[in-house]
């Protein structure tokens, strides 16, 4: 069973930054669409970012430049960098692994992001 885990979250303040890790136990990592969602308390799951396995990259419209993400297949880790942090932006961040060759959709269970001063 793949198992994904997200790390980095935390308390920052606005316009402060964190970075999001997300670590899957898989065999190659390359063959694995990966991606970030979000959900707030009261409001549906939001695609944040999505890196393909070619390396098309995809951002939810708020993001607007504040957010990179990123993957390294040989760590089996990918990344979310995130600047410029508004309050808007807390709620649970939730890692996505797809396996692009079948069946096989994997979350984890999510880190808390929380932005106030």
């Known amino acids: 069973q793949v198992q994904v885990v997200e790390s980095g979250g935390g308390l920052v303040q606005p316009g402060g930054s964190l970075r999001l890790s997300c670590a899957a136990s898989v065999i190659t990592l390359g063959l694995y669409d990966m991606g970030w969602y979000r959900q707030a308390p009261g409001k549906q799951r939001e695609l944040v970012a999505r890196i393909t396995t070619g390396g098309t990259i995809y951002y939810g419209d708020f993001v607007k430049g504040r957010f990179t993400i990123s993957r390294d297949d040989a760590k089996k880790t990918v990344y979310l960098q995130m600047n410029s942090l508004k309050s808007e932006d807390t709620a649970v961040y939730l890692c996505?692994?797809?396996?692009?060759?079948?069946?096989?959709?994997?979350w984890g269970q999510g880190t808390q992001v929380t932005v106030a001063s």
């Open positions: 996505n692994a797809h396996f692009t060759r079948g069946r096989g959709d994997y």
